[in-house]
């Protein structure tokens, strides 16, 4: 059992910068792969950032070159900063713990909210 716990969301200006943070509590969490979704009302859940437990990073295309995510396995962390935020990056932001692909076993923390206005 893993239990994720996200902090670090709230409003920011265009071009801001915000820095998500995911406590992780469990057993073997190296061998999950950690993510960051988002959900806008109204929008499906996508995939933000996911990152291997060797530290192999992919991100969705919108958000390329803006966010970094990142994982400290000693303090059972994840992280996500987000650099130039725009309008379009306002939703919940959810932390993910993924294993697989036999079984497949996916955690949910309850989502920060980001909100990017003037």
């Known amino acids: 059992q893993v239990q994720l716990v996200e902090s670090g969301g709230g409003l920011v200006q265009p071009g801001g910068s915000l820095r998500l943070s995911c406590a992780a509590s469990g057993n073997n969490l190296g061998i999950y792969i950690m993510g960051w979704y988002r959900q806008a009302p109204g929008k499906q859940r996508e995939l933000v950032a996911r990152?291997?437990?060797?530290?192999?990073?992919n991100y969705v295309d919108s958000v390329k070159g803006r966010f970094t995510i990142s994982r400290d396995n000693a303090k059972k962390k994840v992280y996500l900063q987000m650099n130039s935020l725009k309008p379009e990056d306002t939703a919940v932001y959810h932390c993910?713990?993924?294993?697989?692909?036999?079984?497949?076993?996916?955690?949910w923390g309850q989502g920060t909210q980001v909100t990017v206005s003037s």
């Open positions: 993910n713990a993924h294993r697989g692909p036999l079984v497949v076993v996916d955690y």
């Open positions: 990152i291997t437990s060797g530290g192999s990073t």
